[in-house]
T-cell receptor
Framework: QKEVEQNSGPLSVPEGAIASLNCTYSDRGSQSFFWYRQYSGKSPELIMF????GDKEDGRFTAQLNKASQYVSLLIRDSQPSDSATYLC????????????FGTGTLLAVQP | DTEVTQTPKHLVMGMTNKKSLKCEQHMGHRAMYWYKQKAKKPPELMFVYSYEKLSINESVPSRFSPECPNSSLLNLHLHALQPEDSALYLCASSDQSAGPGKQYFGPGTRLTVT
């Protein structure tokens, strides 16, 4: 059974701080990794994806991938109250259907 | 443009009703998905259509019946649902032609079964 694990939180950080969200996965053959942000009552929104080891930056977001440790993380710099949401880590099984395995999500609360 | 639309936004139905959920995308994506999401849980995959053919059915009860009339449309037909089927139903689409496909979600249909 392929698994993706996240700390459910809540992770509380002060406004302006760096929020660090972590995810581990069980399938060593996984190739594609995604972070979704989900506000309460809304649908998931894709905010980052990463396919290669290392860091990938987009604005205030940085995704980090370490395939040897089977670890993916998302850093949010200069956290804002509007970043308060549940962050879902997802790992793709690949192939024609691109089935995603989701973690349980981490609730982030940014305190003003 | 990464827009997936879903109708209706909210649906209340009795256990004997028949209703349908509709999903549409015009991004040329050839994979489309139905998910069910309960409160404080991650999305749970129900069905996958790839090139308009059903490729994955995650052992979903037959009271849920998917249909893909063309490459842009995906329907989910509902019949004789149970109160525990109340949830947010999400549609997503993915572009398989450009390598590892990123899935984009629609806004969802909030379903309440009474």
């Amino acid at each position: 059974q392929k698994e993706v694990e996240q700390n459910s939180g809540p992770l509380s950080v002060p406004e302006g701080a760096i929020a660090s969200l972590n995810c581990t996965y069980s399938d060593r053959g996984s190739q594609s990794f995604f972070w979704y942000r989900q506000y309460s009552g809304k649908s998931p929104e894709l905010i980052m994806f990463i396919y290669s080891n290392g860091d990938k930056e987009d604005g205030r977001f940085t995704a980090q991938l370490n395939k040897a440790s089977q670890y993916v993380s998302l850093l949010i710099r200069d956290s804002q109250p509007s970043d308060s949401a549940t962050y879902l880590c997802a790992v793709s099984e690949g192939g024609a259907t691109n089935k995603l395995i989701f973690g349980t999500g981490t609730l982030l609360a940014v305190q003003p | 443009d990464t827009e997936v639309t879903q109708t209706p936004k909210h649906l209340v139905m009795g256990m004997t009703n028949k209703k349908s959920l509709k999903c549409e995308q015009h991004m040329g994506h050839r994979a489309m998905y139905w998910y069910k999401q309960k409160a404080k849980k991650p999305p749970e995959l129900m069905f996958v259509y790839s090139y308009e053919k059903l490729s994955i059915n995650e052992s979903v009860p037959s009271r849920f019946s998917p249909e893909c009339p063309n490459s842009s449309l995906l329907n989910l037909h509902l019949h004789a649902l149970q109160p525990e089927d109340s949830a947010l139903y999400l549609c997503a689409s993915s572009d398989q032609s450009a390598g590892p496909g990123k899935q984009y979600f629609g806004p969802g249909t909030r379903l309440t079964v009474t």
